[in-house]
């Protein structure tokens, strides 16, 4: 089975501060996403990746930044967090084309005070 | 552009069966996907589709894929109160690395 690992299940931080979201995947998969999830909006795409060193802006990539350093690993960075970024983060892998879905990882569910 | 679209919530009573649509705008799609997230969890793969197909049945869950209209649905059948979660529908391409979500159903169970 596909394992997506998220460094964080709940993390608290403060305005202002610099803040890494880790997410690692174990099936040598060539994409990796993150999301946030906020009530009523769904899912919207922040940043993707499709090789190391390679990143794509989402939807919504304001604030936020991407580091993919190895294959495994795609970071998430809030350059200075603020209150509004508050919210579910979900990191996900996908190998590309075919069937293959996108695999999620728990979440982390991230707090800005 | 691609979008994807489900009604935000569903209520539907114990036993009785659910079912969630879902609407897409890009007919060049190859993969349709359901997905389940369960309260404080990631998104969950329930089954899949493939554009050339109109059903799908996997033991209570059925999927039908209405392609003229870009119409997907999931029925579940003999709903019971573990079925409460949000369900994605979700719709991928060929030319894309990404999968488009919609915005998720909200199913809740009645007594």
């Known amino acids: 089975d596909v394992k997506v690992t998220q460094s964080s299940r709940y993390l608290v931080k403060r305005t202002g501060e610099k803040v890494f979201l880790e997410c690692v995947q174990d099936m040598d998969h060539e994409n990796m996403f993150w999301y946030r999830q906020d009530p009523g909006l769904g899912l919207r795409l922040i940043y993707f990746?499709?090789?190391?060193?390679?990143?794509e802006k989402g939807d919504i990539p304001e604030g936020y930044s991407v580091s993919r350093e190895k294959k495994e690993r795609f970071s998430l960075i809030l350059e200075s967090a603020s209150t509004n970024q508050t919210s579910m983060y979900l990191c996900a892998s996908r190998t590309t084309g075919g069937v293959q879905p996108q695999h999620f990882g728990d979440g982390t569910r991230l707090s800005i005070l | 552009g691609e979008d994807v679209e489900q009604s935000l919530f569903l209520s539907v009573r114990e036993g009785d069966s659910s079912v969630i649509n879902c609407t897409y705008t890009d007919s060049s799609s190859t993969y349709l996907y359901w997905y389940k997230q369960e309260p404080g969890a990631g998104l969950q793969l329930l089954t899949y589709?493939?554009?050339?197909?109109d059903m799908k049945q996997d033991q209570r869950l059925t999927v039908l894929l209405n392609k003229k209209d870009k119409h997907l649905s999931l029925r579940i059948a003999d709903t019971q109160t573990g079925d409460s979660a949000i369900y994605f529908c979700a719709v991928s391409y060929s030319s894309a690395s990404k999968i488009i979500f919609g915005s998720g159903t909200r199913l809740s169970i009645r007594p």
């Open positions: 990746s499709y090789d190391v060193k390679m990143k």
């Open positions: 589709i493939f554009s050339n197909m």
